[in-house]
């Protein structure tokens, strides 16, 4: 219960944090949800609209398919922690700067920090990136886990694709479903078969240029 007490009043100080000029256009913080002791946790992009609104994040349509995703497994948002590389909502859900995301971080590694999990889920481009420290896009590590040092702490970083793609692209669902099913026996410190197609982990090769919505908005 330490930890829950603690990131609590953690979120209570970054309710009013100006480190940067999304506070002035957001309506609140949005700082996570779910666990806080949680083993899994998820590390999307930045809050949208309905976040913004409600103060808690992936509650839109992505956050939908968050959830069913995890009911494939066997698991519910109150078994995870769930949280964004961002805690404020960018104008129009455009996306992050690098400033932004440099002075948001310290927030992100500090929920790391106390929630201690086993594994971190990023979802999408932002996330990975930031956290893997490494200038690879999410086409080419999806599903393939990494073992890191967050802070001082060693963790398992698994790459997924962000929900939302499967919204702007049906066919990318599957892939969710397979990335997935990987994540229980990475949980459980075992190493499940990785995808046929998956490339080495974290090769690094060029990335894919823009050419649909979701590639845009830092999904793929």
Do not use: W
Request: hydrophobic share 40%; aromatic share 6%; proline share 10%.
């Amino acid at each position: 219960m330490a930890a829950g007490t603690d990131l609590h009043a953690y979120g209570e100080l970054t309710a009013a944090c100006t480190r940067c000029r999304l506070a002035e256009g957001r309506t609140q913080v949005v700082f996570g949800s779910g666990d806080p002791d949680a083993d899994l946790m998820f590390v999307g992009e930045a809050p949208g609209f309905h976040e913004d609104k409600q103060g808690v994040p992936f509650v839109g349509q992505a956050g939908k398919l968050l959830e069913r995703l995890l009911e494939g497994i066997g698991l519910g948002r109150s078994d995870v922690y769930i949280a964004n590389v961002l805690k404020c909502r960018p104008p129009g859900n455009r996306d992050p700067q690098p400033d932004e995301i440099e002075a948001c971080e310290p927030h992100l590694f500090r929920q790391i920090e106390l929630i201690e999990p086993r594994v971190v889920a990023t979802l999408g481009n932002f996330a990975t990136k930031l956290l893997s420290g490494r200038p690879l896009g999410i086409t080419r590590v999806h599903g393939q886990e990494q073992e890191i040092t967050l802070g001082a702490r060693n963790v398992l970083l698994y790459p997924i694709y962000h929900p939302a793609a499967a919204l702007y692209t049906p066919a990318m669902l599957k892939v969710l479903e397979s990335d997935f099913a990987r994540i229980p026996a990475l949980l459980t410190g075992a190493t499940p078969a990785a995808p046929a197609s998956a490339a080495p982990v974290f090769e690094p090769v060029p990335e894919p240029s823009p050419a649909a919505p979701a590639v845009q908005l830092g999904l793929f």
